[in-house]
């Protein structure tokens, strides 16, 4: 294992002059006295990163942003990544970057202008929800998992009530799974349209975020009027749902899918006939088959490499066997083919919510449950589409009222996983057009 | 719930299951010792009756008593989700063959259930913390780790005062009220 940079690279003291002076002073002062017990490099002074005729009483800069971890490497990976060639250089992408969708970090290692390696650091969002819902009753699991993945929360809650309700073999009501369908549908068409803007933004087009927000604004106080919160619904219930469909949202939905797909189709064409756009798209980051298969990807980024999976016909669940729609893929597998699979996705999806409302039976949109939920002993696995791929749960109960154990498997994960492969090869300005084309949310891969 | 999909289960990996096949609604499961992991998953993966190439979850789990590794796959051959589970990890010093060599994908969820139970996932290249920092020593979510305020136990948090019979026990006063509640297989 080679040296470890980390310490090589630290700029030595600079031995001036001011350095008896400035020990002598701190021994009197005790603002200084404190600040030496809690950092023994008081009494040196370190030349600033950006500018070396500028002193600081602290080598702040050296280990805050250092992008080599400040610990011995432990892994072959680490090591191999870790260690510079000739030429090449550590550039240190984030946390707090407004382009990367949430609080991630990638260190990259560059030749020139072209990525050689990508190690993205995740964690930052980390809230260990999995151990939080095993101290929850299963009611409060709904409200645990809502702020995951904060654009398609009302996936999240569809997620956890399905194994439950295989566990404790409930059967849901007509009604209620017609206004499930509807509701996330009508969600996986704002997550969609924000994708779009999002994308357009993370490549320096700023119109499209404002007619996407137009979009997302109108569908998100639409289900606001259903379920009384804008973001974060609670919705879903193990058995059924909260509410039933009222006037507001009805007239609402009416309003918005008279013009949805002609909406649709218009903020489309300001980005599909765009020049530079395209440019920036087509033929960057191409995901084939196999990699896409070998790394687990799903969603749209998987059906944009030409594999039409899909778990709302590879593996059905609710209503979904009874509604007509397709299944759109595509071939190329680049960053453009990923932005126009949503596209269409967004039609079907239309297609869907009208016939949920041409069929929406009438009747209860609850099953009858007792207060106290407590499952037989056992296992149980469901998984939902959510806008970014598989959304699944694995539910241990040991027959009381909390969840022995309770994993999430968040799509957004593996979809970021193959970036690192994706990235290598590409210059760095396309790192944001490829990162951003797989739609990952920070939130649901941290948990 | 898939029939033959127990029939073709049994025939291609009868001497490497732990029990029976067991089917409950869509799900078929199998249990294996973890040391067959790599020869089963190769069987599924590329058995042409069978053909699971999608990976669609692994996960960790603290039974108590062992740890297990639990894999669901996804087949276009089976209407069933199959789940596999990796039986009988010991507590202390968890270790199970990595599944990177059938699908890449797996490096980050092995490195979230190393970062979560510890458990060792030998073949791994990469098998590092992934949520929590670098230099943080326990495993949340084994079941002797406490969260360490009281809200874990408070009855908002949803703990079961309804049903407990005596008060409750601390941590300091026996170290295996840490694992709360009877294990499960």
């Known amino acids: 294992m080679p040296e470890r940079p980390a310490s090589a690279r630290r700029r030595p ?166 206004i499930r369908v509807l509701t996330g549908e009508l969600l996986r068409i704002s997550s969609h349209t924000l994708f779009q803007g999002f994308l357009a933004l993370d490549l320096g087009g700023l119109a499209p975020i404002l007619y996407s927000f137009i979009e997302r604004d109108e569908i998100v106080e639409m289900l606001a009027s259903l379920t009384g919160a804008r973001m974060l619904f609670n919705y879903y219930r193990i058995g059924g749902v909260n509410g039933d469909l009222n006037h507001e949202f009805m007239s609402r939905l009416g309003d918005w899918m008279s013009r949805a797909l002609k909406q649709t189709e218009a903020n489309a064409t300001l980005l599909n006939g765009n020049e530079i756009f395209a440019r920036r798209t087509r033929g960057v980051g191409v995901l084939d088959r196999d990699t896409a298969l070998r790394y687990g990807v799903t969603g749209g980024n998987l059906r944009a490499s030409g594999v039409p999976f899909d778990v709302r016909r590879a593996h059905p669940y609710s209503i979904y066997p009874e509604l007509e729609f397709n299944i759109p893929t595509r071939e190329e597998g680049d960053s453009l083919a990923r932005y126009l699979i949503r596209l269409d996705e967004i039609r079907e999806s239309i297609r869907i919510i009208d016939q949920c409302l041409h069929n929406m039976p009438d009747g209860p949109i609850m099953a009858k449950l007792p207060r106290l939920l407590r499952p037989r002993p056992g296992r149980a696995w469901a998984a939902v589409e959510s806008p970014r791929g598989m959304l699944g749960t694995y539910a241990i109960s040991d027959g009381s009222d909390q969840p022995f154990r309770f994993r999430i498997h968040d799509p957004s994960l593996l979809n970021l996983e193959v970036a690192s492969t994706l990235l290598p090869g590409n210059l760095l300005a396309d790192t944001m057009a490829i990162v951003s084309s797989l739609d990952p949310v920070m939130g649901g891969i941290d948990k | ?66 740890m297990q590794v639990v894999y669901h796959l996804w087949s276009p051959k089976s209407s069933d989700w199959l789940r596999v589970i990796a039986d009988g990890l010991s507590r202390e010093d968890p270790r199970a063959p990595s599944a990177t060599f059938l699908w890449t994908g797996a ?64 941590v300091a006063d026996d170290p295996s009220a840490g694992i709360r509640r009877a294990p499960v297989s």
């Open chain 1, 13 to 178: 003291a600079a031995p001036t002059a001011q350095t008896a002076d400035s020990t002598a002073s701190s021994a009197a002062a005790p603002d200084s006295a404190q600040y030496a017990s809690l950092d023994d490099v008081s009494s040196a002074q370190y030349a600033s990163l950006d500018d070396p005729r500028v002193m600081l009483d602290r080598d702040i800069g050296a280990d805050l942003f250092e992008p080599i971890p400040p610990f011995p490497t432990t892994t072959e990976r680490e090591s191999e990544f870790y260690s510079l060639r000739d030429g090449e250089m550590f550039l240190n992408l984030g946390p707090h970057h407004p382009a990367t969708h949430g609080v991630l970090r990638l260190v990259m290692k560059l030749s020139g202008e072209q990525i050689v390696d990508v190690d993205p650091v995740l964690g930052y969002l980390h809230r260990g929800v999995e151990k939080i819902c095993e101290n929850s009753d299963y009611y409060h699991v709904i409200d645990q998992v809502d702020p995951l993945e904060y654009l398609s929360s009302l996936f999240q809650e569809w997620a956890a009530v399905l194994p439950f309700e295989k566990l404790m073999d409930v059967q849901v009501p007509r009604r209620a799974e017609y």
């Open chain 2, 1 to 66: 719930m898939d029939r033959s999909l127990k029939t073709r289960l049994d025939a291609r990996l009868g001497a490497l299951l732990r029990e029976p096949v067991y089917q409950r609604n869509d799900e078929t499961e199998i249990r294996v010792d973890p040391g067959n992991v790599p020869e089963v998953l190769t069987i599924l993966h590329d058995a042409v009756d069978l053909r699971f190439e999608i990976l669609a979850d692994l996960a960790g789990v603290d039974t108590g008593e062992v």
């Open chain 2, 107 to 170: 490096e980050w969820l092995e490195r979230e259930a190393y970062d979560m139970f510890g458990i060792i996932f030998e073949g791994n290249r990469d098998l590092r913390r992934i949520f929590m920092p670098a230099d943080y020593t326990s495993f949340p979510l084994r079941k002797d780790f406490l969260l360490p305020d009281d809200a874990a136990r408070s009855p908002g948090a949803g703990v079961r005062h309804v049903e407990r019979s005596q008060a409750p026990a601390t």
